[in-house]
């Protein structure tokens, strides 16, 4: 949630400023009030900023923010495209996106958190999109919670590269199948017409060995969805032992491709990255 004001008058303290215009409850509330980001004419402040008649003031409340507590562990980190607006990252697999338990100190979010206080970096780490553990590829971070939350209503072309096990027999197409939790499991999704709308569209680049070299397009994101579709059509991904068979390769599965408008300089931003298991035999993608 985003609140716009103009500041009407002069010399006075953030948070004596927000004591005396009206929020919304859930942004006065002491539960939320940690989650507050404030910016100042377009940069990040705290709360004893002193404003000044005619700044533009944006409050924003991310429900993604909520964690904020990330400890720096420096790591080898791919950088893919960076200026002071955004970090876009290359994951490799077996590696969380954001610390869990089993992950607390092992995660991206701890490497990039790293990678901020070597640079003299001040920001959070705001993941504009996140891979599961066994997926690679490309992740997209915001420097600050504004474009963050900005960042939901952009256009975001997300493409992967996988390995379908058996023989797609159309070489291109759309799936079209509602997904939702699996009753039976806390982590696995299904296919259940009760459950939520997912498109992915896709096109064969090659077949071989009884395997599919496919590219998929995410023209919605639920959870797992790719390996769902897939496997629901009865190709799972190669090396996927939730949805299909375990395998020496790992998940072939990877984020291969983003492009998105820049919300600051209006220049188209396309980045590629190659997994590790493509060959130089398989057609351009």
């Known amino acids: 949630m985003i609140l716009e004001f103009i500041v009407e008058e002069d010399s006075i303290v953030l948070k004596d400023y927000l004591a005396k215009i009206r929020l919304p409850r859930n942004f006065r509330s002491g539960q939320n009030k940690e989650h507050l980001f404030f910016f100042v004419n377009n940069q990040e402040v705290a709360n004893y900023y002193r404003l000044k008649k005619g700044d533009k003031l944006v409050i924003v409340a991310s429900e993604k923010d909520k964690d904020t507590t990330v400890n720096p562990v420096k790591d080898n980190l791919t950088i893919l495209f960076e200026d002071e607006y955004f970090l876009i990252v290359e994951k490799r697999p077996g590696l969380a996106t954001i610390p869990t338990r089993k992950h607390y100190n092992q995660s991206l979010a701890n490497h990039i958190m790293a990678y901020y206080r070597e640079k003299g970096i001040v920001a959070r780490i705001h993941f504009v999109t996140r891979l599961d553990l066994p997926t690679s590829g490309i992740v997209i971070l915001a420097k600050n919670g504004y474009l963050h939350a900005l960042m939901e209503n952009v256009p975001l072309v997300k493409k ?73 059509l009865g190709h799972p991904i190669v090396g996927d032992k939730l949805y299909g068979k375990e395998s020496e390769t790992g998940l072939m599965l990877h984020s291969y491709f983003v492009e998105f408008v820049h919300l600051i300089t209006k220049e188209r931003i396309s980045v590629r990255s190659y997994p590790h298991w493509w060959k130089s035999r398989y057609p351009q993608a």
């Open 160 to 232: 992967y590269l996988l390995m379908a096990e058996g023989t797609l027999e159309q070489s291109e197409g759309e799936i079209v199948l509602p997904i939702a939790k699996d009753e039976n499991s806390t982590i696995k999704r299904e296919v259940d017409p009760a459950g939520q709308l997912a498109k992915t569209k896709y096109r064969v680049l090659a077949r071989e060995e009884n395997r599919s070299l496919v590219e998929a397009e995410l023209l919605t994101g639920r959870t797992h969805q790719i390996r769902v579709h897939f496997s629901h």
